[in-house]
């Protein structure tokens, strides 16, 4: 069956470093990946969105990749500040229009 | 402009009550999705509609739960007889017609179903 694993323990990092999120996938192949922001008691918040002909997608801070041989995807935040900490989202689309999501993975920047 | 809106914020119900939840999608979106969120759990999708009609609901249960997106009016997501299983944070979504294949999902706030 379908699966998407993101790492289940939280990543500390100090502030002012690199955060790297992975995402793996596997029995898919999806035509495109997004990234979503969840804060606690709040919705997603959508990021970026990156196609399977793309190697890289950069928007100000962050900086997504896609590798279909290795179905994976890296999220990275540079110059992380503690106003980054929250939940990061992996989703693939599958059928019409639905996301499939992984479970998450918890960044925590420590000043 | 408006993001998606959803309320209530907050329901209580009690065990063999009904919820009814609401979502009302971006202006210009005719796409909405349900998406439900257990403790401690990534986002399940529900059901996906556009006005009028279900396109897919695969992830709904078949029994106690339905929805519908009215030609007039929000999306209701119905949760019949709640158990307490069906506490949860239960987001609603929604997207443009584009065509392109790519759209976007943007949430709402989520409603956090307590069944007692």
């Known amino acids: 069956s379908q699966k998407i694993e993101q790492n289940s323990e939280a990543l500390n990092i100090q502030e002012g470093k690199t955060a790297t999120l992975t995402c793996n996938y596997t029995n898919y192949s999806p035509a495109y990946l997004q990234w979503y922001r969840q804060d606690p008691g709040r919705g997603p918040v959508f990021l970026l969105l990156?196609?399977?002909?793309?190697k890289e997608k950069r928007k100000e801070r962050l900086k997504v990749t896609f590798d279909t041989t290795l179905k994976q995807s890296l999220f990275h935040i540079t110059a992380s500040q503690p106003a980054d900490s929250a939940t990061y989202l992996c989703a693939l689309r599958s059928g019409y229009n639905k996301l499939i999501f992984g479970a998450g993975t918890r960044l925590a920047v420590h000043p | 402009n408006a993001g998606v809106m959803q309320n209530p914020r907050h329901l209580v119900r009690r065990r063999g009550q009904e919820a009814r939840l609401r979502c009302s999608p971006m202006?210009?979106?005719?796409?909405v999705y349900w998406y439900r969120q257990l403790p401690e759990e990534g986002l399940k999708f529900m059901v996906y509609?556009?006005?009028?009609?279900?396109?897919?609901e695969s992830g709904m249960p078949k029994e106690r739960f339905s929805a519908e997106f009215p030609k007039e009016g929000p999306s209701i997501l119905r949760i019949q007889q709640v158990v307490r299983g069906d506490s949860a944070a239960y987001f609603c979504?929604?997207?443009?017609?584009?065509?392109?294949?790519?759209?976007?999902?943007?949430f709402g706030p989520g409603t956090r179903l307590t069944v007692l």
């Open positions: 979504a929604s997207s443009p017609h584009t065509g392109g294949g790519t759209d976007t999902q943007y």
């Open positions: 509609l556009q006005k009028e009609n279900i396109i897919d």
């Open positions: 990156i196609r399977e002909n793309e």
């Open positions: 202006k210009g979106h005719s796409h």
